[in-house]
């Protein structure tokens, strides 16, 4: 099952990356392929500082990641925390060629950040069946 997973995640093309708001509701945002993964345990996205889901995460740093094979009908929400990063490094070694388009400073973008996600536990669902995994 693991491996099936691994394999979901890497062929997703979107995630849906869930935030919380002041107010306690969740808050999905569609976003491209992660830009790292790690088993189904870290997954990172490059997005904008300023946009409203990072405001969210300084604030409540707990989220959900939803990966989907609309085709099989599978699919694994991870559960877990954000962490966001700006330093140079990181934006580095994640900065992908056409990001420009996103960041037009470049690396050094102020607007320009890294989310490091880490899962507590998922919930895999699959052939009308869905199993909790604590990772």
């Known amino acids: 099952m693991v491996e099936q997973i691994i394999k979901l995640i890497a062929e997703s093309q979107i995630a849906i990356l869930c935030s919380v708001d002041e107010n306690g509701y969740p808050c999905a945002k569609a976003m491209l392929a992660p830009r790292r993964v790690n088993g ?14 990072v405001e969210r995460y300084r604030n409540c740093n707990k989220a959900s990641i939803y990966f989907y094979n609309a085709t099989t009908f599978q699919g694994v929400m991870l559960r877990g925390t954000i962490e966001i990063l700006e330093d ?5 070694e994640l900065w992908q060629d056409g990001d420009e388009l996103y960041y037009p400073n470049g690396i050094t973008d102020p607007d320009y950040c890294v989310l490091h996600f ?17 990772l």
């Open 88 to 92: 140079a490094q990181t934006k580095e």
């Open 40 to 53: 189904m345990r870290e997954v990172w996205f490059s997005t904008n500082t300023s946009s409203q889901s």
């Open 118 to 134: 880490t899962a507590d536990n998922a919930r895999y669902y699959a052939d009308f069946c869905s199993t909790e995994i604590k």
